[in-house]
């Protein structure tokens, strides 16, 4: 036995292949090869063997992966094995789109808790959960067991949230505010910025002028 | 000269690079060092020096970088020098938050078209555009002219209606939908999963225990 590394790429891969074997074991899929899942992930079947090869023993010489055992290693991996509950703080329409994704309860990620600083739709009930104004924040932190905040408000106030968030004892912040937050380095950030996947969607759309740059040497 | 082509890494920074050149451009700020860039950014000095040499001699030794100018060029680099024309396919709460956005408008790029399949809103009017039937959408793409489509519909519909958009001429997708598209490869497609990107901060909360997997050599 010797313990290796697995790198980022492999680690950023996991979640695709998640999705893939939880949709097969849907479907009552039980094996499948690196070739079939290369096919269906348009991946080559090298790299599938290498990448699953990571978790050691789960692919057999002509038998194939079994899927629903892939799946729930990778999804231990992932810390999906274990629930987390979530806050979600701005109610607007990216916030309640979020509320109202059915697959991360399924997941285990459990919204427990809304605020919104806008006192015009407190109380107002969002899938079954009252929002509440920001104040309330910290004592329901304290009540319940929270690990990750998600952030769905304008840049201007989300900085400052962040910082309140850390002071209350948040492991980790799923970001959707479109600025770099300030956070301790052991709070886990994950940032979903908008306008820069579109900006990557432009520039794949000007293609060829942009495949070759000049530049001085 | 030379040509060089730049990496997928660079390019794939290049949007941070724009939004915090475009902050300090609003904010009056002429000149920047890569110091102080690396401070502000959180990345090495090096680094900065080495992703922008890539676009040739914006940087002067004891001068710094001309906010403005390496503002534009990047942006020209990103196709931000042109404007957009978008249509957005599904009316729900992604979608109007999507709608709502004013900063895709800014950057250039413009929701000319809203659809949905959902009859009971059509009609109904988002940011002064009225949401049509999706039997709309092929004489739409032929009256206006519109390069990108963003797909905030159901996984079950969207590969469907994403190859009838590829038969009505859309040049790009930014997709939304939690499932892989089957367009052809002329087709440029930015995928925004967002389950995927909440497993990766679930992966990262795991922290340490994950650090090091074993496996069998």
Redesign the interface.
Known sequence: ??????SRAV??R???Y??YLGELNDEGVERISSQELSTL??VTASQIRQDL?????FGQQGYGYNVKYLYDEIGS????DKK?NLILIGA???G???A??V??EK?G?IIKGIFDSNEKIHGKVIRGIRVQPMEEIESFMAENDI??AVLTIPKTGAVKVAEQLVSFGI??I?NFA?I?LNVPEEI???N????????????????EQ????????
Do not use: C
Request: no cysteine; aromatic share 10%; net charge positive.
């Open positions: 036995m010797e313990t290796k590394e697995i680690i950023s996991l979640p695709r998640y999705r992930m348009k090869n990571n978790f050691g023993g991996i992932l810390g999906l987390h607007g329409n990216l309640q789109a979020l109202n994704y697959n991360f997941r990620f690990d990750i492991r980790g799923w479109h770099d886990e950030v994950e979903v910025h908008l306008s820069e996947s579109l900006m990557r969607l432009s520039y794949k759309l000007k293609g942009n495949a070759h740059i000049r530049r001085k040497v």
